[in-house]
Antibody, heavy 121, light 108 residues
């Protein structure tokens, strides 16, 4: 069964850091690009960051550029999101999602259940 | 950045009725690189349609997508109880990836 399981969310104070992880199983992880997508409370979906299969192509939304870093470990079938200088507006549900392709950012055909990040003092 | 505008914001329909959801892009979406997702409250999004017209694996044929250029449509031919949800379009023809704001299909 194809599965993505996120972890690492929680309550954090503004300005602090948090690292999200996503464990993948049921497919050949290094054959696909991966993404983080977030959903603020009561709002729609927002693409946060993506990474191609070999980490050769990395992109960020303007809202997180310079603060968040995406990475992957193909040997561990894992995706990560290092979030620094967190702001209250980063409060959201964060989803890990598998792309349908390896070299470009296309559409997301598998999603994890997500993890909650709350930034508040 | 390609901005996607979905309409209507909310669609109130009864089971068995047809739902027509619109997604309009601020500029041409290259190669009709547009996807549709369904999100049931409390669940992760699920891919329905990719490349504007192709149903994803396991998606019932009552869901269909159409359109090109800047105007795209998701049609649900006969609403089933499990179809009442929020639907998002997403374009992957330009960078960054962007989503529409969503259309909620609710029971009338």
């Amino acid at each position: 069964e194809v599965q993505l399981v996120e972890s690492g969310g929680g309550l954090v104070q503004p300005g602090r850091s948090l690292r999200l992880s996503c464990a993948a199983s049921g497919f050949i992880f290094d054959d696909y690009a991966m993404h983080w997508v977030r959903q603020r409370p009561g709002k729609g979906l927002e693409w946060v960051s993506g990474i191609t299969w070999n980490s050769g192509g990395i992109g960020y939304a303007d809202s997180v550029k310079g603060r968040f870093t995406i990475s992957r470990d193909n040997a561990r079938n894992s995706l990560y999101l290092q979030m620094n200088s967190l702001r209250p507006e980063d409060t959201a549900f964060y989803y890990c999602a598998k792309d349908s392709w390896r070299d470009y950012y296309f559409y997301m055909d598998v999603w994890g259940k997500g993890t909650t990040v709350t930034v508040s003092s | 950045e390609i901005v996607l505008t979905q309409s209507p914001g909310t669609l109130s329909l009864s089971p068995g009725e047809r739902a027509i959801l619109s997604c309009r892009a601020s500029q041409t979406v290259t190669s009709s690189y547009l996807a549709w997702y369904q999100q049931i409250p409390g669940q992760a999004p699920r891919l329905l349609i990719y490349a504007a017209t192709n149903r994803a694996t396991g998606i019932p044929d009552r869901f269909s997508g159409s359109g090109s250029g800047t105007d795209f449509t998701l049609t649900i031919s006969r609403l089933e109880p499990e179809d009442f949800a929020v639907y998002y379009c997403q374009q992957y023809g330009g960078s960054p990836l962007t989503f529409g704001q969503g259309t909620k299909v609710e029971i009338k």
